[in-house]
């Protein structure tokens, strides 16, 4: 079953924007990664002092074995994370509202 993960990760969001950028490449790779392991969708937002990535995986399995990867806290800690992430999963329930 499908899954929306809300992954917030505190930390200087102007050094988020600058590693994202300037380690693009690094970013596609884990971007194909994702795709690969089960990620259906993926999006950065910002807040204050916080960006958050919103995600659809296939399943909780998918992402906690993806999120358990040591290149991504490594990643984390690189572009400027101040502490660890609050992680939110929620089932994906189909109904004729879905779109």
Known sequence: MSVIVIMK????????????ESHKHE???????ARDMGC???TFTQ???????????????AFEKFSSMPEIAETMASAGASGPPTIEIYEVI???ESF
């Open 9 to 20: 990760v505190p930390g200087d969001t102007n050094a988020f924007r600058e590693f994202f």
């Open 47 to 61: 807040g204050e002092n916080v960006t958050v990535a919103v995600d659809h995986w296939e399943s909780a399995e």
């Open 40 to 42: 259906l969708t993926h």
């Open 27 to 33: 970013m596609d790779e884990i971007s194909e990664k």
């Open 94 to 96: 189909d109904t004729v």
